[in-house]
């Protein structure tokens, strides 16, 4: 499949969850910012892809990154890293999510809602807080949360997208 026609907008979540429905298929719902995409990425995506039939990215926007992560991030800009994870063929679906950010900093509410997944993916090293938001919304659409370490793969993947940024700025390349 073409990556760019993975990469979809709102207006094509209900066909993709009545399309699920319909053929009995399982959603999951991963989100994050995949900046500096690596291995570790990778081999998340494919572990993801394992839980369920069609794997949803929400994918976090610039402005999102920017805030969380600090200046001079992101790396590469949303587009360039929705179509670095529409290359995955673990990928199924990509959202870049255009909802504000809320003071829980939760920024996929509407996105989640209108998928309504059957599985929720999140790190196990969210802060608690948020591991409590993704618990509610699992439990007002009837979904499955399932709290994975940063390497529910197996593998310890060395550096983190963050260190290999750090890395980068201090050889100054």
């Known amino acids: 499949m073409d990556p760019l026609k993975k990469i979809i907008k709102y207006k094509d979540i209900a066909y993709i969850r009545e399309s699920a429905k319909k053929n009995k298929q399982k959603i999951v719902f991963l989100t994050g910012f995949f900046d500096l995409y690596h291995v570790g990425h990778a081999s998340m995506l494919a572990w993801a892809k394992n839980k369920g039939d069609i794997l949803f990215i929400g994918l976090g926007p610039d402005d999102a990154a920017k805030a969380w992560k600090g200046n001079g991030r992101p790396i590469y800009s ?3 890293r929705a179509y670095i994870l529409a290359c995955h063929q673990s990928v199924d679906y990509v959202l870049i999510l255009r909802e504000p950010v809320t003071p829980d900093k939760v920024n996929f509410r509407r996105a989640f809602k209108m998928l ?21 919304m699992a439990k007002e659409v009837g979904a499955n949360l399932i709290l994975f370490s940063p390497f529910p793969h197996g593998r310890k993947i060395k550096p983190s997208t963050t260190q290999i940024a750090s890395e980068i700025k201090r050889l100054k390349l």
């Open 78 to 80: 949303e587009k360039d």
């Open 116 to 136: 309504s997944p059957d599985i929720i993916l999140a790190v196990n090293s969210d802060k608690p807080e948020m591991q409590e938001i993704r618990r509610g």
